[in-house]
């Protein structure tokens, strides 16, 4: 595996699912084995990102319901998807959670692992964590956002090594870049408000299939070069909008 994160925050509501649902897309699209796993069973938002309806979750693997190779669906240019379940059963335990997604693993071996972990600091959030060989904030610019995640990245030091923060909803910033570089650390994308964003999920199509040429679709692609360690960079496929993306170098 080339790296795996977990996408924390320190409340709902951040925009976690989206910055990690359109991430994975391109990772996917440039070639990268990419598996997203929503580890949150009680607030599932994945498969709505991406338009799935599974009839098996992780929520039945957990049960004993399902095995691990039916809950593994292919999503938007490709990307594999592990979804929640958007309906709650009941609280999935930390080590049941562990479990689940190392049987996953074994199955799929991607290049890449993100886990969309709950917003907070409970129990589940610290075993995701320490299941990845990285994390990841995903926070408004506001100094409650702010602060929270500050109290995430504080109490998640030492579980897997920390790359830095996703500003989401940037408009007019309450706080200096200096300021909240020293809170929070890195700023690995400044993803700019965008109504389209809603319109994205309420469509179930990701916002870089969606929305090409956008600032949004831009730091997204930053923040997904970042993680690969290579220049990520959409080709145009057809009339209409970018649905492959490619690594900077690579021949036409």
Known sequence: MEKSVTVVSGKGGTGKSFITCNTAVVLAGAGFKTLVVDADTTMASVEIMYGISPQK??????????????????????????????????????????????????????????????????????????????????????VTSLADAYKVKTALSGKSRYLGAVLNRVGRMELSKFRVTGLIGPILAAVPTDDRVRESINSGVPYVLKYPDTVVTRQIFRLASTLAGVDLYPKKEGRSFFSFFKRRGESE
């Not at 059963?89 to 972990?117: G, N, Q």
């Open 57 to 142: 979750t992780l929520q039945s693997l957990v049960a004993g319901e399902a095995r691990p190779e039916e809950i593994v669906y292919e999503g938007p240019n490709g990307v594999l998807v592990v979804p929640a379940g958007a309906k709650l059963r009941r609280r999935v335990r930390p080590s049941e959670l562990d479990a689940a997604i190392s049987s996953i693993l074994e199955l799929v071996s991607p290049d890449f692992l993100l886990i969309d972990a709950p917003a907070g600091l409970d129990a589940d959030v610290v075993t995701a964590v320490m299941m990845t060989e990285y994390h990841m904030i995903v926070c408004n610019p506001e």
